[in-house]
């Protein structure tokens, strides 16, 4: 296959819009034929196809650089190392995390939940405990915490919303009180694409002694993410919804939290010294990765992130942002339509 050469966000742009024929020869799938017509895939929210930045990384890390990590004392053990642990930092960035110490591959934002409802749940919460999970949320931000409260005693309670898909805002303060120890609450809904006021609602959390765990599955392909900013205490998201391969995501988490927290998983690399008479754990974040981790998906998380950084994240937001103006103009021409949400 032959390379086709990433453009930066200036060269991409043809006035003020994005070179779509420019990014879509970037997806060779979007050549195949289906039902006699050239690919308009729409399905991204699911899944989205992959660039060949991405597919070649993949194929050069296979081809060059394939081993374990961590462990091995060998060239090609080094190479893989280093192209983890690589693709680990452009996470770091790609989320703005202080440290790479706070950033966890997991198989996707649905491991990345249940696993600090697994931890910190465990750890925290026990029997009256709430946790406040919103009317909105994707089944993969629900059902973790339900298990958990069946196992604590703690309760589920639900933020509601109104009829234009967002969170009632005074039903959310109301709900929050000494009893409130996790929020957790998506950055983008699946459902209508509701953009949340996540830094404001991790204040109001914060203020009420609770932690926020984010689900971004649905923000990270869109909008720049920077959890410093929004001050979250834990924040998920998916590879492959971004452009990434299946079965890698992100967990990051404040790193005073995963230090504290139990693991997740017992195995091989989360430990330090094992014996029959106890063990210890390894340090952040290898405490959470048990057994050998998807390193060639992660590789390709990174070559993902910087496919995004090529074409500009405020670029593809503000494309995304004229393509909805021109939705909703064409949607104000019928009287008989209703919109739901704005986004």
């Not at 996707?108 to 919460?125: D, H, I, Q």
């Not at 390709?300 to 004229?322: K, P, R, S």
Request: proline content about 4%; overall charge negative; hydrophobic content about 40%.
């Amino acid at each position: 296959m032959s390379e086709v050469a990433l453009k930066t966000p200036t060269e991409y742009q043809s006035g003020n819009v994005l070179d779509i024929q420019e990014i879509r020869a970037q997806f060779p799938i979007l050549e195949e034929m289906v039902h006699g017509n050239t690919l308009a895939y729409l399905d991204n929210g699911a899944s989205s196809q992959k660039p060949i930045a991405v597919t070649e990384t993949l194929e050069r890390y296979y081809a060059t650089q394939h081993a374990n990590v961590h462990r091995g004392v060998h060239e090609l053990s080094d190479r893989a190392t280093e192209a983890y642990e690589s693709a680990r930092k452009t996470a770091r960035k790609f989320v703005n995390a202080n440290r790479s110490e706070e950033i966890i591959f997991v198989r996707g934002t649905t491991e990345g939940l249940n696993l600090v409802a697994e931890a910190y749940g465990r750890w925290k919460l026990k029997p009256g405990d709430e946790i406040l999970v919103s009317e909105m949320e994707h089944h993969s931000n629900i059902v973790p915490w339900q298990l958990i409260a069946e196992r604590t005693g703690s309760i589920v309670r639900m933020i509601p919303m109104n009829d234009n898909g967002e969170i009632i805002q005074e039903d959310y303060q109301n709900l929050l009180n000494g009893k409130t120890q996790i929020v957790a609450i998506t950055y983008v809904a699946n459902s209508l694409g509701t953009v949340n006021p996540i830094k404001e609602m991790v204040r109001m959390a914060h203020d009420a002694g609770a932690v926020v765990v984010v689900d971004a599955a649905q923000a990270a392909p869109h909008i720049s993410i920077d959890v410093i900013d929004l001050d979250c205490d834990f924040l998920a998201l998916s590879g492959h919804k971004m452009y990434a391969p299946t079965g890698i995501g992100v967990l990051y988490g404040k790193g005073e939290l995963l230090e504290a927290m139990p693991p997740y998983q017992g195995g091989g690399e989360m430990i330090r010294r094992v014996s029959f008479e106890g063990t210890t754990y390894a340090n952040i974040p290898h405490r959470f990765e048990a057994g050998t981790p998807n390193i060639a998906d992660a590789v390709g998380f990174g070559a993902a992130c910087e496919f995004m950084w090529n074409i500009g994240i405020d670029t593809i937001a503000a494309h995304e942002q004229e393509l909805l103006d021109y939705v909703h103009e064409c949607a104000e021409q019928h009287e008989d339509l209703r919109v739901y949400g704005n986004a």
